[in-house]
C-alpha cells in the first residue's frame, strides 16, 4: 500500500476533475496560493461531465465536438464571468429558419417557439405549465405533509394528471425527457420542479438553457483551468473507494484529519476534503463514519441509467440551412413500446455547426431503448432513417463523419445531466444538509447547485460557495 501519511497532510484534497472541483482549485488557489492543493481525478481524463472528441469535419480535418454538457445561457452570470477570466468566448445557437416537431408519427414544421400542435393543445399545454410555474416556485416554502403528497407522484404521473389532452401531455413529455435525462415513469416530479425552480422556472429552463454555445467545446472551459491549477497539482487515475473521518476513538495520527484510499489501497490525508462526485455516484464511495442519512437515501435513490446518447454527425454542406430550416427537431415519439425496436431514436436535434458556419454538423440526443438494446451500426442506421423522416435522405445518409458518445457506459458518470432522483426521496432534495459539510468533508457540483442544477452554471455557483466554506475552515 502506497502512503503518504504521515510525511505529507494537504491542506485541501478535491476529488474530481470536472468543472466544479477545478473551479474550486482555481479560486481556492487565487485566495491562497500557499495551499498544499490536490485534485484527484477517477478517470484518466479530466473535465467530468464535459467531453470532446475528435471527429472528421468538411475540410477533411479532425477537430474537437462536444459530447458532454455544451449550452449556456445569457443570464448564467456565474459561468459566463469564469469564461471571461478563462478568455473563452461563446456565440449563439443556430435558431434561424423552420423547426420540427414530431407526435404520433405526424412530422410538423413551424416557426419561432411555439409549435403548431394545434390551438386546443396549445391552450391545454399553457394551462399545464402555468401549474407547474406555481408548483416549482412554491416548492421551498411548501408544507411537509404536501411535499410528501407531491413526492409520490412521477414526472409522467404528474403531467398526465394535469393535462387534459393526450396530444399535450405527449408533447410536454417530450419536451422534459431531453432536459432531464432519465425514465419519467421513475423520476420524483419533485426533482423536476427543483431543477425548473433553481432555473427561474420552466419557460426559462426550456426557453434559455440553450441559447448559448462554447467556442472550441465546453472541456476547453476545464482544460484552461487545468492549466491555471497547474499539472503538478493533479492526479488522475485515482479513483477514491472510501474517505475515512478522524473521531475521539480514531488512532491518533488521524486525528483531525481525513483519509482516502484509492480503489488499488494508495492512501492520502488531508485536512479538509473537497467531494465534487454526482449524486449517483456517491455511492461509490465507502464514508467512514457514514454519510448522514438524507444524502445517502438520495445516493441511493438515483438511477445511474441515463437517457443520453449523444451524436453528432458532420456534412460537406449545411444541407438544412441551405432550404431554410434551423436543423432543430423535437421527436415526442416515446420510449420503443417494443424492446428490441431502436425505432424513435431521436430525442432532440441541433445544428452543431462550427461558430463561422465552416464545419457543418448536427448534433442528436437519443433515447435510451435504442442504446440499451441496438448494435453501434444497428443505431445508426436506426437514427439516419429518423432523421430522414425531416431531411431528404440522399443528403441525411451524405456524411462525412459520424461519432456517438454513451453515457450509460460512461465510467464513473451515467449522466451529462443532473443525477435523476427516484420517486418517493424527492423531498431529500430539499433538506437543507444537502450540500452542507459533512465533518472536514465538503460538497460543490451541479447536483449541490442552488441555482441552475444540472448546468454548468450550477456546477461553478457551487463551487464558489464551497470554496468559501473551505476558506473559512482552513
Not at 481556492?28 to 498544499?36: F, N
Amino acid at each position: 500500500m502506497n502512503r503518504e501519511h504521515p510525511c505529507r497532510r494537504h491542506d485541501v484534497v478535491i476529488i474530481g476533475a470536472g468543472i466544479a472541483g477545478l473551479t474550486a482549485a482555481h479560486l481556492l488557489l487565487k485566495a491562497r496560493p500557499d495551499l498544499d492543493l490536490l485534485v484527484l481525478e477517477a478517470k484518466d481524463r479530466i473535465g467530468g461531465r464535459l467531453l470532446s472528441k475528435p471527429v472528421r469535419c468538411a475540410d477533411g480535418e479532425v477537430r474537437q465536438w462536444c459530447f458532454g454538457g455544451t449550452w449556456a445561457s445569457k443570464t448564467q452570470c456565474n459561468l459566463l464571468e469564469l469564461l471571461k477570466e478563462m478568455k473563452i468566448e461563446t456565440f449563439e445557437q443556430y435558431r434561424q429558419g423552420i423547426k420540427f416537431v414530431e407526435m404520433d408519427n405526424t412530422v410538423t414544421q413551424y416557426e419561432g417557439g411555439v409549435p403548431t400542435i394545434g390551438l386546443l393543445n396549445l391552450l391545454d399545454l399553457n394551462l399545464t405549465l402555468q401549474a407547474l410555474e406555481r408548483q416549482a416556485t412554491g416548492l421551498k416554502t411548501s408544507q411537509p405533509d404536501q411535499v410528501e403528497r407531491m413526492d409520490q407522484d412521477s414526472v409522467k404521473s404528474a403531467v398526465q394528471r394535469l393535462t387534459s389532452r393526450e396530444e399535450s401531455e405527449l408533447f410536454l413529455r417530450g419536451v422534459v425527457a431531453p432536459v432531464l435525462q432519465g425514465s419519467d415513469e421513475r423520476m420524483s416530479q419533485i426533482h423536476a420542479l427543483n431543477v425548473a425552480q433553481s432555473s427561474g422556472g420552466f419557460e426559462k429552463l426550456f426557453k434559455d438553457a440553450q441559447e448559448l454555445r462554447v467556442d472550441g467545446g465546453a472541456q476547453r472551459i476545464t482544460e484552461r483551468l487545468a492549466e491555471a491549477v497547474g499539472p503538478a497539482r493533479l492526479r488522475l487515475g485515482w479513483p477514491v473507494a472510501e474517505i475515512r473521518q478522524s473521531t475521539d476513538n480514531d488512532d491518533e495520527n488521524f486525528r483531525g484529519e481525513v483519509c482516502l484510499l484509492s480503489e488499488s489501497g494508495d492512501q492520502l490525508t488531508s485536512c479538509l476534503v473537497l467531494c465534487t462526485l454526482p449524486l449517483a455516484s456517491l455511492n461509490s464511495v465507502k464514508f467512514r463514519p457514514t454519510l448522514p442519512p438524507s444524502k445517502q437515501q438520495l445516493a441511493n435513490n438515483c438511477p445511474t441509467v441515463s437517457h443520453t446518447l449523444k451524436t453528432i454527425i458532420t456534412y460537406a454542406n449545411a444541407f438544412w440551412r441551405q432550404a431554410g430550416f434551423s436543423g432543430e427537431i423535437l421527436s415526442c415519439q416515446g420510449q420503443p413500446t417494443n424492446p428490441q425496436s431502436v425505432s424513435g431514436s431521436i430525442s432532440v436535434c441541433y445544428d452543431a455547426c462550427s461558430r463561422d458556419g465552416a464545419h457543418p454538423a448536427l448534433v442528436v440526443l437519443a433515447s435510451s431503448g435504442a442504446d440499451r438494446t441496438a448494435s453501434p451500426n444497428e443505431h445508426r442506421e436506426a437514427l439516419l432513417n429518423h432523421l430522414a423522416r425531416f431531411f431528404p435522405k440522399e443528403d441525411v445518409f451524405n456524411f462525412i463523419d459520424y461519432a456517438e458518445h454513451s453515457w450509460c457506459s460512461e465510467p464513473y458518470h451515467s449522466t451529462c445531466m443532473a443525477s435523476a432522483v427516484s420517486v418517493g426521496c424527492g423531498s431529500l432534495l430539499l433538506s437543507p444538509e444537502l450540500s452542507k459539510p459533512f465533518h472536514r468533508v465538503h460538497f460543490a457540483g451541479s447536483d449541490m447547485a442552488d441555482e441552475w442544477i444540472g448546468y454548468m452554471e450550477g456546477a461553478v455557483q457551487s463551487a464558489k460557495r464551497a470554496t468559501a466554506e473551505l476558506l473559512q475552515a482552513l
